[in-house]
């Protein structure tokens, strides 16, 4: 399992949205690059970049940062937000990121998926948001009918090398993770599964350990790291104490 911390880049700083909703926003930090050096030091092995302004705006605004945080840390990087064509995408895995997280499009043009999936094999993740697990995209602003158990099903045979599940209701709140549905829709696919939002104490961590054998294989956390209610170190000890079992 692998703790992944999140940088969530608007106007080129590093914020924290409540729900996914662009004028609830608090801002950590002025410099993200130096945000990312902090989590490398303190030994995450990943770190997941979101684009808000692109994820609402449709195309990537945060390049800049994007760069500077690309030059500042060895440890690999994934990118989601505004990837909604194959030239973007081709564009940015360029820049030296490891991976990039497609939303929007997964949902509106499931071809450019497989199409990506082929052209750059084991780099394309699929960001699955849910409300009521229904899909949403365009930045959360609109809610589809379509189930995400449906989607992740779709997904099966496109060679997409991981899904990020994040429950909407629960991103940023601060109130724990939707385990339950975490691990149905883990279990409904062979495509492993990085969990998404709520994550906020060491006993979340715990809760989602207790799923990782359905395929969990990683935890994205935000602002519990930001407003210290989780210590990186502790949660990557955690980790290893459990896998040492």
Not at 17 to 28: I, V
Not at 117 to 126: G, L, S, Y
């Amino acid at each position: 399992m692998q703790i992944i911390p999140a940088i969530d880049l608007k106007s080129g700083n590093c914020v924290r949205l409540q729900q996914g909703e662009m004028d609830r926003e608090t801002r950590f930090s002025d410099h993200p690059a130096e945000v990312a050096v902090h989590w490398e030091s303190l030994g995450a092995s990943m770190i997941h970049l979101v684009d808000l302004d692109g994820a609402v705006g449709g195309k990537p605004h945060n390049e800049d940062a994007i760069n500077q945080i690309l030059k500042a840390v060895t440890i690999p990087l994934q990118l989601g937000g505004g990837l909604r064509s194959l030239n973007t995408i081709e564009h940015y895995l360029s820049l030296g990121l490891k991976r990039v997280v497609l939303g929007t499009v997964a949902h509106k043009q499931p071809e450019l998926v497989e199409e990506a999936c082929k052209k750059f094999p084991n780099r394309i993740v699929v960001g699955i948001d849910a409300r009521d697990g229904r899909v949403a995209v365009e930045g959360w602003t609109e809610t589809t009918a379509n189930r995400s158990i449906d989607l992740v099903k779709a997904l099966e045979e496109k060679g997409v090398a991981a899904i990020v599940f994040t429950d909407i209701k629960r991103d940023g709140m601060m109130g724990g993770p939707n385990t339950e549905s975490t691990r149905e829709l883990a279990e409904a696919t062979r495509i492993p599964l990085i969990a998404s939002g709520g994550v906020t104490t060491l006993d979340h961590i715990s809760e989602l350990l207790t799923i990782e054998a359905s395929g969990v294989e990683g935890i994205i956390i935000g602002r519990a790291l930001y407003e210290k209610t989780i210590d990186l170190q502790e949660a990557l000890a955690l980790i290893n104490k459990n896998s040492q079992h």
